[in-house]
Nanobody, 114 residues
Framework: QVQLVESGGGLVQAGGSLRLSCAAS????????MGWYRQAPGKQRELVAT???????NYADSVKGRFTISRDNAKNTVYLQMNSLKPEDTAVYYC????????WGQGTQVTVSS
């Protein structure tokens, strides 16, 4: 059974930082492309960042230079370091694992106050 469990969300003031974690089980983690997505109220889910099995990264333009995705294959965990947070970063953040199919976590709320 595949499980992706996100943690680290919360309430932070604009300009602050948060670090999200996603612990994976039930998959061969090192072979999966891992990603973070987010969904704000009334909006579609959008890509935030991805990291491949070879550590190649990709970011949405809106978070480039502020967010950093990384992975620890020994811990089956992917991280999202979020700095210089803005109110428009407020959303539910979802972890994703993709190999032959895509799996999703349950999401963690990030709220940035102005």
């Amino acid at each position: 059974q595949v499980q992706l469990v996100e943690s680290g969300g919360g309430l932070v003031q604009a300009g602050g930082s948060l670090r999200l974690s996603c612990a994976a089980s039930g998959i061969i983690f090192r072979y999966n492309r891992m990603g973070w997505y987010r969904q704000a109220p009334g909006k579609q889910r959008e890509l935030v960042a991805t990291i491949t099995s070879s550590d190649s990264t990709n970011y949405a333009d809106s978070v480039k230079g502020r967010f950093t995705i990384s992975r620890d294959n020994a811990k089956n965990t992917v991280y999202l370091q979020m700095n210089s947070l803005k109110p428009e970063d407020t959303a539910v953040y979802y972890c994703s694992a993709t190999n032959y199919q895509q799996y999703w976590g349950q999401g963690t709320q990030v709220t940035v106050s102005s």
